[in-house]
């Protein structure tokens, strides 16, 4: 999964700069460097856009004895903004995002004492959007590229349930809840212009654990179960950003390419 994931970054980025230097008309700008002790520059300030990637989702659920683990893969697609603030070629911000998200896992195992009866038991949870609020950390290089690690908190909407299928008996419960956790990874910004930017970024939340009790009457009398979820997901994700605060400034354009 994660191999994947990076061979899709590093596929972007190869078609990104590729791409740029054609439009450019092979003429590279140079934004210079910053002055000494100098705050301010074109990541400063306000910024909005949108991201879209993939993303996979893990789901273990302990019904005692068994320990289930089932994972899946979907795609995500949302809006991102936050506030930047930069010094000396550093930068220190705060970044929110909300994203729909389509990973849906069923860890399932075979019905306890029903030998031949091919009946199973399913736990599934369904990820159907999250969001996170994140501080940032990174470095800019010739006040064109910037590279940030981030870390915060993370909520989203799951949906748990239990099924049992393969019978003419099915009885099912359902609960939908908005989780609260953590996320944290990194990623980069390059600078397209005076005030959009390409982004590219992959984190790992965390959405934490759930426990469920529900009673079925597939056997004689009532039967009651306990169930613990525990949810996290990786996604990886590019977009584009608009700078509001970015100052406009003239670059030096070079009449040749820079090799």
């Known amino acids: 999964m994660h191999m994947k994931a990076l061979s899709f970054l590093a596929a972007t980025f190869v078609l990104f700069f590729g791409s740029s230097a054609a439009f450019a008309g092979g ?9 000494a002790n100098a705050c301010g520059g074109p990541f400063s300030g306000f910024y909005g856009g949108g991201i879209l990637g993939l993303g996979g989702l893990s789901s273990k659920a302990d019904v005692a004895p068994f320990n289930l683990k089932d994972n899946d893969r979907g ?16 930068l220190l911000g705060i970044e929110s995002d909300i994203s729909y998200f389509n990973a849906n896992a069923i860890p399932g195992l075979d019905a306890p004492g029903c030998e031949g009866c091919n009946e199973r038991l399913n736990f599934g949870s369904e ?10 950390v990174g470095i800019v290089g010739d006040q064109n590229f910037l590279v940030f690690a981030t870390g915060g908190l993370a909520y989203g909407g799951i949906d748990h349930s239990m099924s049992a299928s393969g019978t003419e008996n099915f009885r099912f419960f359902s ?15 390059y600078l397209l212009s005076d005030h959009w930017a390409f982004r590219a970024d992959a984190l790992y939340v965390d959405l934490g654990s759930q426990d469920h009790t529900f009673t079925t009457s597939d056997c004689t009398g009532a039967c009651s ?17 608009y700078l509001f605060g970015a100052p406009s400034r003239d670059p030096v354009v070079y009449d040749t390419p820079l090799k």
């Open 27 to 35: 003429a590279l700008t140079d934004y210079g460097s910053p002055p």
């Open 75 to 90: 795609f995500t697609i949302g809006g991102i903004g936050g506030y930047n603030w930069q010094c000396n070629g550093r």
């Open 127 to 136: 990820v159907d959007w999250y969001g996170t609020l994140r501080a940032r």
């Open 175 to 189: 609960s939908s809840d908005t989780q609260i956790g953590w996320t944290a990874g990194g990623g980069v910004d």
């Open 225 to 241: 179960l306990r169930a613990d979820w525990d949810d996290s997901f990786w996604v990886a994700r590019v977009g584009l950003t």
